[in-house]
Each structure stands twice: as structure tokens, then as C-alpha cells.
């Protein structure tokens, strides 16, 4: 069995709560895919006809999930992976007395464990960067003033050199 879950509660719950749900109702766990996604409101699901796929649905509040509705919902999908109709299914009868003892928990996001030295390391490449271009760029502006400076003196000079010629 396969479960492709996208949603933060924890993995190896669901798993659990599948297989005893799937064990129940005598199926094979064998080659199923079991896809667990978020929607608003209440739990529900999505099945094929005579195929090992299941979709259920979570509500993203934790707080609303009942361990029995999923149970009931997991039942009835695998009723219609067995090829039942609704009109073929009796909806009381949906036995989830297997269920009990089963809870999904939250999974907490992983805390990232921060490093002190690489944050700071990573900062001072960048503050290397910012000024090393700085810098640059100021060596192209000494470079163009330098040129200025140097043409106003040729001028000059020139300048003085012809009207002592003059003289
Ligand atoms: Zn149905």
C-alpha cells in the first residue's frame, strides 16, 4: 500500500488506520493508493470502481477530525473499489468498531536546527560582494576624473607653451 500524503498528519497514522481499515474488510493491501489531501469541511472521499485507489479527504483543522469518519469513509471507498453502487451499499451497517484505539496525530513541522557560523559565513560573502562591487565602482569613477584632471592639464600646459612662443 501506497500513501501519498499531502497533508501535515503524520504519515505512519494514516498508514496504520489504512491497513487495519483495509485488513478488515479482508482486502489486500497490496498494490493500493491511498492519496490524502485537504479539503474545507467534513471528511470525505473519492474511489474507482474495481481499483485499488482511494482518495481521502481531511479537514486542515486537526481539532475536527473523528478517527470514525475517516474510518467510515475509508469502509465506503473500499466498498466501491470492490465495485458497489451506493444504491448496493447499506450506510448502517458501516462497521468501524476496528478503528477504536487508532488516533492521527499532527505532525509537527521539522524544526530547521539553525548554524550560527554558516548563517554568518553566508553574510559575509554577500557583504564581500556589496563592496567588492563597490569598490569597483569606484575605481572606475577615480579612473574617469583622473582622465578629466589629466586633459585639463595637457590643455593648460599647452596653453602656456604657446604663449611663450608667442613671446
Ligand atoms: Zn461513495
Same mark, same amino acid.
Given at each position: 500500500?501506497?500513501?501519498? /500524503?499531502?497533508?501535515?498528519y503524520n504519515?505512519r497514522d494514516l498508514? #496504520?488506520?489504512f491497513?487495519?481499515g483495509l485488513k @478488515? %474488510?479482508?482486502?489486500?493491501?497490496?498494490?493500493?493508493k491511498?492519496?490524502v489531501k485537504?479539503r474545507k469541511?467534513?471528511?470525505?472521499?473519492?474511489?474507482?470502481?474495481n481499483?485499488k485507489?482511494i482518495q481521502? /479527504?481531511?479537514?486542515?483543522e486537526?481539532?475536527?477530525?473523528?478517527? #470514525?469518519?475517516?474510518a467510515?469513509t475509508?469502509? @465506503? %471507498?473500499i466498498?466501491?473499489n470492490r465495485?458497489?453502487?451506493?444504491?448496493?451499499?447499506d450506510?448502517?451497517?458501516?462497521?468501524t468498531?476496528?478503528a477504536?484505539?487508532?488516533s492521527?496525530?499532527?505532525?509537527?513541522?521539522?524544526?530547521?536546527?539553525?548554524?550560527i557560523q554558516l548563517?554568518?559565513?553566508?553574510?559575509?560573502k554577500?557583504?564581500?560582494d556589496?563592496?567588492?562591487s563597490?569598490?569597483k565602482?569606484q575605481?572606475?569613477?577615480v579612473?574617469?576624473?583622473?582622465?578629466?584632471?589629466?586633459y585639463?592639464e595637457?590643455v593648460?600646459e599647452?596653453?602656456?607653451a604657446a604663449s611663450?612662443e608667442?613671446?
Amino acid at each position: 500500500m501506497k500513501v501519498e /500524503n499531502h497533508t501535515i498528519y503524520n504519515t505512519r497514522d494514516l498508514r #496504520k488506520l489504512f491497513l487495519a481499515g483495509l485488513k @478488515h %474488510e479482508g482486502m489486500d493491501p497490496k498494490n493500493y493508493k491511498i492519496v490524502v489531501k485537504y479539503r474545507k469541511g467534513r471528511t470525505y472521499g473519492y474511489a474507482y470502481y474495481n481499483r485499488k485507489w482511494i482518495q481521502i /479527504n481531511l479537514p486542515k483543522e486537526c481539532y475536527q477530525l473523528s478517527i #470514525k469518519q475517516v474510518a467510515r469513509t475509508l469502509v @465506503h %471507498e473500499i466498498c466501491h473499489n470492490r465495485g458497489l453502487r451506493h444504491r448496493e451499499m447499506d450506510y448502517k451497517t458501516i462497521d468501524t468498531s476496528w478503528a477504536e484505539g487508532y488516533s492521527i496525530r499532527f505532525e509537527k513541522p521539522k524544526e530547521k536546527k539553525r548554524d550560527i557560523q554558516l548563517e554568518r559565513f553566508e553574510h559575509a560573502k554577500k557583504m564581500l560582494d556589496k563592496y567588492e562591487s563597490k569598490l569597483k565602482r569606484q575605481k572606475n569613477l577615480v579612473k574617469k576624473w583622473k582622465r578629466k584632471v589629466y586633459y585639463y592639464e595637457k590643455v593648460f600646459e599647452n596653453k602656456k607653451a604657446a604663449s611663450k612662443e608667442k613671446i
